[in-house]
């Protein structure tokens, strides 16, 4: 079809065949694809035609004429304009099914060798998919006399303010809302971004949830901290639960949230977190998976997965904080992790000793860099287990692993695109055991999966 038959603001009725990848309806209109965000599967709907493309179009949802018996009624109040979920429309046991749809989808569209025969395995869910992130970083702007904090809209810069984020942990938003009610207090110089002017510019606040020890983290525009012995004062009085107060200073223009700068401003410089009866210090820009419930249960899976004999060596490529890898330490000849952030190498080290493992070692440096660099060194791991950032696989890592592949593997993938496109290479070397989703993410349209593979 010529899809310069059909104009902006045209009138269509639809039926939707199924949920994309960022969990929109998609429906075909003589055999053009339409994406509509808010439509779910098997609903008959009316919509408005927003954008054309040569090989789709995009729609605005007017009417639902045949609503799915999966459709609910989202309970945020702002959910349709915050954008940070996309599936509080969608029942939860849909969402589960959903996920795994999801993946199958990647797999039928990079076509990794034997991919029919895959074994895809039901997404393990949440018993209460609400109140489960553990950190919060939210944006600040000026709105007239007033500070706000929320999340942008999707793809801008225009500000959603949110008292009551209904995925974030409730106390790290009791937490956030008392540090707006400081700021607008002292009335503080927000930052504005168009002027280039201002000093505050989010607010990071993260908990951890078995230890309900709170850090907050001002990311400022520079190191100026007006007020900032009276706001330490009300927040020891105020917050018995921040146990440790810092500042980051992000003076670049870039989407990233936090800059190479961190100051130490009350406190201690980290907080303590428990995954597994592992104790885990977390410094400010460390990685840690926002969802401590789930994340048991992924590490649970990986451990499951690689199946480690005693004797057996492994390398935790991405190893954030260690999380992964200190699991297996004790069952491990050895443990070898990277990461490009100081400071997690530190955390790393940190919580192997205070773990009292000796047989880790953790560098800082890229898993392509380095896992090339310590095969030459005749170091030859048994297993590796990868959590590569949404990018997949560095093509250098992929290429070694590829050289030198170990008896087995875990790869666990945030993005089921990229992990499909990474199978394609790796399922020339090794056997696509099953793949396991996990939910850490409810009522969003993101999947995690983690996948057993064992050399040919």
Not at 165 to 173: E, G, H, N, R, S
Not at 234 to 256: A, G, Y
Not at 367 to 392: N, Q, S
Request: include cysteine; hydrophobic fraction near 35%; aromatic fraction near 6%.
């Amino acid at each position: 079809m010529n899809t310069q038959q059909v104009k902006p603001g045209q009138i269509i009725p639809l039926k939707i065949k199924r949920l994309g990848i960022n969990g929109e309806g998609l429906g075909y209109y003589k055999r053009t694809i339409v994406f509509v965000q808010n439509a779910l599967p098997n609903e008959q709907v009316s919509v408005k035609i927003t954008k054309v493309n040569p090989k789709f179009m995009e729609a605005q949802l007017l009417k639902i004429t045949k609503p799915s018996p999966d459709r609910i009624t989202p309970p945020c109040p702002v959910y349709e304009t915050c954008g940070g979920c996309q599936l509080q429309h969608l029942s939860y046991p849909a969402q589960l099914v959903y996920k795994k749809d999801l993946l199958k989808q990647a797999l039928t569209k990079f076509k990794p060798a034997n991919h029919q025969n895959y074994e895809l395995r039901k997404t393990i869910g949440m018993a209460d998919p609400w109140h489960y992130r553990n950190k919060a970083q939210f944006q600040l702007r000026q709105n007239q006399d007033k500070v706000e904090a929320g999340l942008y809209q999707p793809d801008s810069h225009t500000l959603v303010p949110i008292d009551d984020c209904l995925v974030q942990d409730k106390t790290v938003t009791k937490v956030t809302n008392i540090l707006v009610e400081l700021l607008n207090k002292y009335q503080l110089p927000i930052y504005d971004e168009r002027k280039n002017s201002g000093i505050f510019r989010t607010l990071m606040v993260r908990i951890g949830v078995q230890t309900n020890e709170v850090q907050v983290v001002f990311i400022t525009q520079s190191q100026k901290f007006p007020q900032k012995q009276a706001i330490l004062k009300d927040i020891e009085q105020l917050l018995p639960e921040v146990v440790s107060v810092m500042q980051n200073v992000q003076n670049k223009k870039t989407s990233l949230v936090m800059g190479d700068q961190t100051l130490h401003l009350s406190g201690k410089e980290s907080i303590e977190e428990k995954i597994s009866e592992i104790t885990f210090d977390l410094s400010p820009r460390a990685f840690f998976q926002l969802n401590p419930e789930q994340t048991e249960r992924l590490y649970e899976e990986a451990r499951k997965a690689l199946n480690l004999k005693q004797n057996e060596s492994v390398v935790d490529a991405y190893c954030g904080v260690g999380t992964i890898g200190l699991s297996l330490a004790r069952q491990a000849k050895e443990v070898r992790g990277m990461d490009t952030i100081p400071a997690a190498i530190e955390d790393a080290r940190r919580n192997a000793a205070a773990l009292g493992v000796t047989n880790t070692r953790y560098e800082v440096g890229t898993a392509e860099e380095l896992l090339p660099k310590w095969l030459d060194e005749g170091f030859r791991p048994d297993g590796i287990i990868v959590d590569p950032p949404r990018t997949g696989l560095d093509g250098k890592l992929l290429q070694a692993i590829l050289k030198h592949p170990p008896k087995k593997m875990v790869y666990i993938s945030c993005n089921v695109s990229t992990l499909a496109r990474d199978l394609v290479q790796l399922a020339k070397t090794f056997n696509i055991n099953y793949l396991q989703s996990v939910d850490m993410f409810p009522q969003t349209a993101r999947c995690e999966v983690v996948v057993k593979l064992t050399r040919k």
